[in-house]
């Protein structure tokens, strides 16, 4: 959520800014703003609504050329979405200081209080102009921005990123980081801030990651880090794999419809250099944590939230079926928060595509207070989860734009599939062959994958014909369970109609009172060759949705000549491993989606009331 912008160089700021916020456009917004100082004199635009209003305003009413500025992009926490609401907020009764911020202050109402028992007068409803106020304030007293802002950063309790400029000091962005995401670009004469990447891909991939309770001091020729204390911090540049034009629609109609079409590229990257040819996995980023670390795991638990943790179901499958550790998933949000049993023999694996999701952070460091040890499997280098976990297993998705998980949902299946197989080897689980056989058929899922979405048509045909149905229902065994669960969840996102995914076991022991006539129910079968005789059941399952009047989608392996005699559509997909099959299964459903919210007429890359990024508890 929000998206931060920050620059100071010699380019045309304006650009640099409007250019950064609408890479961030994913993130998810509801109001827009910019802050630039020229000629020693502070100039704000902000409103509420796309980034096309802002830019319109601008239009309107031109800001001057300046050199130095910050942006913003607003998701509304405190305060409805206005052109009041939205940031920059302006500081001190001359309104000479901008800030942007990113977050919740916790502790607002208290510091807002003493404030308004001094005179203070406040121009909206939001939390984030009491730091404004407080910075102006300490700036007035001490005339030392950099000890103003650093005094007022102590105060604040929450998750925070916050950036500061003053028309009084016109070459130097101050920021801080709690909690929230803040990435620095490194330039040459020029310098940048982001909430992630993304804002300044296009001009540099150079970066740093900025660290917990972090304050940057950035200009054009120097980037300085301090602790909250004052005391000065190195950093580590990394360089950053991809380019401006992976977050471009490159010709396609969405950056939904993009990025199911990248799912082949983005399981092959994340596989690259992981199995070799002969179906051996080896995962270099887990080489710190030795196989008498992984023999001593009594127990997993992997923490996510949303799409995540449907692929942690996924997992779940894979590593009790291959390496026989007992696996819960446990949504993020919940897990801190009950008490849960863990201990130095518990192996936590966090999942999170922005590594910046703060419930499961906030899981990790909880996990770790208790002794466990952590992997995380993430998308974004640099991200903070990567940082704070014991290993991390990057999946190479590439920047994923579109709000609703595609790409790095399959990613991150198949990086669990991959570590389901390193700690089978580990601890003897499967024999040579059985290893070699089911690493060599990961190796296939790019390939399958490709042939899946070659047929792709039929699936967005029937979510095209399905545009008006007020409910639709997922059924799913085994691995097919979260993938049910994954599909509803996708028209939920960017269809907004009711949709539930259920184990198929549990359709007589409730959700079957759901069917009514015509109701679409999309089923995913299990293949016919499957040694625990699933398919009949789940066949039994589908008589009895159609002898109540739903009309049934089925998801099936390609050969069952079965299914078609029961289903009044059936989409066929390659043979697989049964729980490498998830992969496979998913792409229709993400397409059926993508297709009924395309003929609904709704935006599928930022659905209503969605972030990409969740960065607050």
């Known amino acids: 959520m929000c998206g931060i912008v920050g620059y100071v160089g010699p380019k045309a700021t304006v650009d640099v800014l409007i250019g950064g916020l609408r890479r961030l456009e994913y993130r998810g917004y509801d109001s827009a703003g910019i802050a630039v100082i020229s000629a020693g004199h502070l100039e704000m635009r902000k409103k509420s609504g796309k980034l096309v209003n802002l830019e319109a305003e601008i239009a309107a009413h031109p800001l001057p050329e300046s050199h130095i500025g910050i942006g913003h992009t607003r998701w509304a926490t405190h ?26 202050i916790e502790n607002f109402a208290e510091l807002k209080a003493e404030l308004l028992a001094e005179g203070t007068r406040f121009a909206s409803e939001t ?3 009491v730091a404004a106020h407080l910075i102006a304030r300490e700036y007035e007293q001490t005339h030392d921005l950099f000890a103003a802002f650093s005094s007022v950063m102590n105060r604040l309790h929450g998750a925070f990123t916050i950036l500061v400029v003053h028309q009084d000091q016109p070459d130097v ?3 801080a980081r709690r909690n929230a995401p803040l990435v620095i670009g490194l330039g040459t004469g020029e310098n940048f801030l982001g909430s992630d990447v993304a804002a300044f891909v296009e001009h540099t ?16 020729d120097s980037v300085e880090l301090f602790g909250f204390d004052g005391t000065p911090v190195a950093y580590t540049e990394f360089e950053v794999d991809w380019d401006a034009s992976a977050a471009s629609k490159g010709g396609w109609p969405s950056f939904m419809a993009k990025e199911i079409a990248d799912q082949p590229q983005a399981i092959a990257d994340t596989l690259m250099g992981r199995v070799r040819p002969d179906g051996h996995v080896v995962l270099d980023d887990i080489k710190q944590i030795s196989t008498q670390q992984i023999n001593d795991i009594e127990r997993i638990i992997i923490v996510a939230c949303g799409t995540a943790s449907y692929a942690g179901d996924v997992a ?11 696996v819960q998933v446990e949504l993020s949000h919940e897990f801190r928060y009950r008490s849960p049993i863990v201990t130095p023999n518990t192996l936590v694996i966090a999942i999170s595509q922005s590594g910046e999701t703060m ?16 992997f995380a499997i993430c998308n974004t280098q640099g991200a ?6 014991d290993a ?10 579109a709000v609703a998980s595609t790409k790095a949902l399959t990613a991150q299946i198949t990086a669990g599939y991959m570590l389901a197989l390193v700690l089978a080897e580990a601890r003897g689980a499967l024999d040579e062959a059985h290893l070699t056989a089911l690493g060599q058929e990961l190796l296939h899922l790019p390939k399958k994958v490709s042939e899946v979405l070659e047929n792709i048509s039929q699936a967005s045909d029937l979510g095209t014909a399905h545009a008006n149905a007020k409910s639709v229902l997922f059924l799913g065994r085994n691995v097919g369970f979260p993938v049910a669960m994954e599909g509803a969840l996708k028209l939920k996102e960017i269809a907004y109609i009711h949709a539930e995914g259920f184990a198929a076991g549990e359709l007589k022991h409730g959700p079957i009172a759901l069917i009514e006539e015509g109701q679409p129910v999309i089923v995913m079968v299990p293949s016919p060759d499957d040694v625990d005789s699933l398919h009949p059941k789940v066949i039994s399952n589908i008589q009895e949705i159609r002898a109540r009047g739903a009309k049934v989608i089925a998801i099936a392996e390609e050969g069952d000549g079965t299914v078609g005699n029961y289903a009044e559509a059936v989409i066929y997909v390659p043979k697989t491993d049964a729980i490498m099959a998830a992969v496979l299964c998913v792409i229709p459903l993400q397409a059926f989606a993508l297709a009924l919210s395309t003929a609904k007429g709704l935006d599928v890359d930022q659905p209503r009331n969605l972030a990409k990024s969740v960065t607050v508890e």
Do not use: C, F
């Open 79 to 104: 305060g409805a979405p206005t052109d009041g609401n939205a940031h920059p907020h302006l500081g001190g009764p001359a309104h000479k200081l901008a800030l942007i911020h990113n977050g919740i």
């Open 127 to 129: 939390d984030t102009e």
């Open 316 to 326: 779940k499958y894979a590593i009790e079926k291959w390496a026989r550790i007992p």
């Open 173 to 175: 962005v101050l920021a």
């Open 392 to 401: 991390v297993i990057y999946t190479h998705a590439g920047p994923e734009v």
């Open 384 to 389: 903070t989860l990567a940082r704070e976990s």
């Open 359 to 374: 419930d499961t952070l906030m899981a990790v460091r909880y996990a770790q207070e208790l002794g466990a040890k952590v």
């Open 205 to 220: 991939k150079r970066a740093v990651s900025v660290g917990q309770d972090e304050i940057v001091v950035l200009r054009a």
